[in-house]
């Protein structure tokens, strides 16, 4: 049954109801808008009769009015200009423009019944017989079922079919006045299917558009096939209307019942879906969630040459994808009660949700997103490429490049949103490196959320993807060796091979870090590296290691990090890169010196920038310790060669003063040495070897079985927790955080107490050639031309030489000796007033730190006591833990 035009002609009843209907039915073209003439609008009825006796009777009146009428004033008439006759009424249809809907109706909307002329107006319902009246609706309803107005039901007077708003909330109806009770609330009762109808028809139109994403498509296209049936339902009604003389309005309402409840259940879902786009008002006024999806699309369609639309720049988001599968899945739930809703819902959901489980099917087996509408759980952003690993240190290709869209998730796949993520971007990996074959065809696979293999497909493809790129990583890419790599450069082990470097680049090194020529130190580092006999001349990947120079020291790096509270309560570690730290001023070669290690793609992954400078960090506070080791080393060297040291003075002052400075050296040596132990001994290299453990469970695993398609599946963990990338990825960060924090660098009272303590053991061993001078000046055997008794020729001429040689270089800096003019006495108490500072400076912040390490190993990591226990041998023997004061009062109280 096509559309016809709003007000279509009707001819003269008959007095038979076949008749009738063919005339009815002659006058009903196909959908396409007629230009009507004809001024007669009575239709057939019932009975027949009334009707033409009501015409015979209007004619007689009409020739009665005539004949009564003067000549005169007919003549009178006829002298009169007469008016212009009405101008034709002549709707016509016409084609509307495209829209991005491909299927969406073209033609136009008929005009409304009131534009109609007068002369086109049908009988006064008042006027019909009681089956005439009944004939009269059913003809009309079967126009109002497919959103046409009859010719007694119109549209309501606040109804605009003309204003999409209006179409999608579905029109009002209004019956003219006259017709019986009995038959105005029957009629009322059906039409609000027809309402319904006209709604959905319009907002399938509307969702169909392109912006709205594949699965409104779907979910229109099967609305659409419910639209058709329907269709095809009134097309049968009026089949039956023309050809039943007994059919009844009452036999059309119990016809159209289950259809009308259908109706009622789509437009329901509708008008919800409509209220969330915001094309109808929603009284909850729910707010928008303003994510930067929207944003990312525009960027990319922007950076491919695209324009912005006004349309896209909605103030909410478009309600697609999984939101629209949320939508179904809970009014299912919710009218599970409902036989023929579930059914309906049901279908619905499962047509809808086709073009959704095609993307994850392809997310899932083959790792890509094919997603032009932005309605995937898994948002891309493309613009975030592997390349940038080298300089992005906050390594956005893995946690950034494939998020998950968390207010469009579908409730299918809330609880395995993170496996499918993690499957999908694994196999994304795969495919870029091209390792292993991911472009195996898609078969059997499941296509709706009600199939019975829809998680196990999921759980599948995931331990897929996991066992393909652990497989890459451990074999292909050899990860182990790697990390052993790394441990080899940054945690100094073995160190023999640096400790040659150092003394090769010792000169450069010694430079302000400005001056230091970098290619020069690459250049001693390779050389080292190679040289024959060292484990890491064997190492495959010393070509990776590169040196560079920090100017912000390491203090100053921490402080940063520390003041990111997260890093206590189990957040990721990471240096910010808000502000630029400024470099230190007095920084040498040696402070700034820092490795860096090149780690090509996929690996990089798993060790990261952000890892890498966890490495860096290490590695610079080991180095600062084995530095400050060399120091306090050298300076033992030199109290134990050096004539003014080993000379035994006949002034016993000057004899317990050096015993003062032997022994704050000796504590200052031991306490730098335990520290390095603790380290490297108790700290690194435990968690060094529960990393390996996990590693090498990882590739026993990973060794699993050969499956009949010839891809390797890993076996059952007999862990807890099965091992996947990403846990290996939080096992090795794991492991970096747990070193820094036992290492006492993640912790800003314990950086500052060790690093006073450091600077203090600096400052002593940088100024001991000046003590040296001071000692050779305060020791009456060593002023004056004579030999000392207690000391050999060799010993005395040798001790010449170097004092010519001081004295020389004096003279040519320019410095003057009024110092020697000081009085012994004098000179023996600045002495002892410096090692009286550098003795209270050490053991009061050594005695400061051993508290802090006791409450900490108490609150937090109980590793620390071990290093409590070290470190208190370093104040043994000594008062100045607890008497500094008396020792304050005399030089002599301390050896």
Not at 160 to 165: A, G, I, L, S
Not at 783 to 804: A, C, E, H, S, Y
């Amino acid at each position: 049954m096509g559309s016809s035009a709003t007000l279509a002609p009707t001819q003269s009843t008959s007095q038979t109801r076949p008749t009738s209907r063919t005339l009815v039915n002659d006058r009903r073209p196909a959908k396409v808008q007629v230009t009507t003439r004809d001024p007669a609008m009575a239709r057939s009825g019932r009975n027949a009769d009334p009707l033409s006796a009501g015409s015979d009777t209007l004619k007689s009146r009409s020739r009665n009015v005539e004949s009564r009428r003067p000549r005169g004033d007919s003549r009178a008439a006829e002298q009169q200009p007469q008016p212009p006759p009405p101008a034709p009424w002549e709707p016509a249809a016409t084609l509307l423009p495209h829209t991005s809907a491909p299927l969406a109706s073209r033609v136009s909307i008929p005009p409304v019944a009131s534009s109609a002329p007068q002369t086109l107006q049908p009988r006064p319902l008042a006027e019909l017989s009681l089956n005439a009246q009944e004939a009269a609706m059913i003809e009309d309803l079967l126009f109002v079922f497919m959103g046409f107005e009859g010719q007694y039901i119109r549209f309501a007077k606040g109804y605009n079919p003309y204003e999409e708003r209006d179409r999608l909330s579905g029109p009002q109806w209004r019956i003219l006045s006259g017709l019986d009770p009995s038959l105005l609330d029957l009629t009322q009762s059906m039409l609000r299917m027809a309402s319904h109808y006209t709604a959905l028809e319009t907002f399938v139109d509307v969702q169909s558009r392109e912006e709205f994403g594949a699965v409104n498509h779907a979910l229109c296209a099967s609305i659409r096939r419910y639209l058709h049936e329907y269709l095809v339902m009134v097309v049968q009604l009026e089949t039956q209307f023309l050809n039943d003389e007994n059919f009844t309005l009452q036999q059309l309402n119990v016809h159209i019942l289950p259809s009308s409840h259908l109706m009622a259940h789509m437009y329901g879902l509708a008008l919800e879906l409509l209220k969330r786009n915001a094309l109808l008002d929603d009284d909850s006024d729910e707010s928008s969630d303003s994510s930067d999806d929207d944003f990312d699309h525009i960027i990319e369609q922007l950076r491919d040459g695209g324009d912005l639309v006004p349309g896209n720049m909605t103030g909410k988001k478009i309600c697609k994808g999984g939101v629209v599968l949320g939508l179904i899945t809970k009014r299912l739930e919710s009218l599970s009660g409902d036989p023929s809703a579930r059914v309906l819902l049901t279908t619905l959901l499962r047509d809808a949700s086709r073009p959704y489980m095609a993307m994850l099917n392809e997310w899932l087996h083959h790792g890509s997103i094919n997603d032009p509408h932005s309605e995937f759980l898994i948002k891309e952003q493309k613009s975030i490429r592997r390349e940038r690993l080298e300089q992005d240190y906050t390594d956005e290709y893995w946690e950034r490049r494939y998020t998950i869209r968390d207010h469009d998730v579908p409730p299918q796949l809330e609880a395995v949103k993170d496996k499918v993520l993690l499957a999908g971007k694994y196999l994304n990996v795969v495919r870029e490196c091209g390792g292993v074959d991911v472009s195996r065809k898609m078969q059997d696979v499941p296509n709706s959320f009600d199939d019975n293999r829809f998680l196990e497909n999921i759980s599948s493809a995931y331990a897929h993807a996991n066992g393909s790129l652990m497989q890459l990583l451990l074999t292909t890419h050899e990860l182990p060796a790697r990390l052993r790599s790394l441990k080899h450069y940054f945690f100094l082990d073995p160190s023999d091979y640096f400790n040659y470097f150092l003394e090769l680049g010792t000169s450069e090194l010694r430079k302000p870090v400005k001056v230091v020529n970098t290619g020069k130190l690459q250049s001693l580092l390779d050389l080292v590296l190679r040289q024959p006999g060292s484990i890491v001349c064997l190492d495959k990947f010393k070509e990776d290691v590169k040196v560079e120079m920090n100017e912000v020291t390491l203090l100053k790096s921490l402080q940063r990090v520390v003041n990111i509270t997260g890093i206590e309560q189990g957040e990721a570690l990471q240096l910010t890169s808000n502000q630029p730290l400024e470099g230190d001023k007095n920084a040498t070669g040696f402070t700034s010196l820092q490795l860096d290690y090149t780690v090509p793609f996929p690996v990089s992954l798993v060790i990261s920038r952000k890892t890498i400078w966890r490495y860096q960090a290490l590695f610079r506070y080991l180095l600062s310790l084995r530095y400050l080791e060399t120091q306090l080393s050298v300076t033992w060297y030199t109290h134990a060669s050096g004539t003014a040291w080993t000379h035994r003075s006949s002034n016993r002052m000057l004899e317990i003063w050096k015993r003062r400075v032997w022994t704050l050296r000796a504590r200052m040596l031991v306490f730098v040495q335990q520290l390095l132990y603790f380290c490297t001994a108790e700290v690194i290299e435990p968690n060094w070897q529960k990393l390996m453990n996990t590693l090498r469970e990882i590739e026993n695993n990973c060794a699993g079985v050969t499956t009949q398609d010839g891809t390797s599946t890993p076996r059952a963990s007999s862990a807890k927790k099965p091992h996947t990338v990403d846990g290996l990825m939080q096992e090795h960060v794991d492991f970096l955080d747990t070193c820094l924090k036992e290492c006492m660098l993640t912790n800003s009272k314990l950086l500052r107490i060790h690093s006073k303590l450091m600077q203090t053991c600096s400052v002593f061993a940088t100024y001991t050639n000046w003590l040296s001078r001071e000692l050779e000046k305060s020791d009456p055997d060593l002023t004056g031309n004579t030999k000392p008794p207690n000391m050999t020729d060799d010993q005395w001429r040798q001790f010449l030489v170097i004092r010519g040689q001081r004295q020389q270089q004096q003279s040519k800096d320019g410095d003057t000796n009024m110092e020697n003019d000081k009085n012994p006495e004098t000179r023996m108490n600045e002495l002892f007033d410096v090692i009286r500072k550098w003795e209270s400076n050490f053991s009061r912040h050594l005695q400061i730190l051993l508290d802090a390490l006791n409450h900490y190993a108490a609150t937090e990591t109980v590793v620390l006591l071990s290093l409590c226990a070290r470190l208190s041998t370093a104040n043994q023997g000594t008062e100045y833990a607890g008497l500094r004061s008396e020792e304050d009062g005399g030089h002599g109280g301390g050896s």
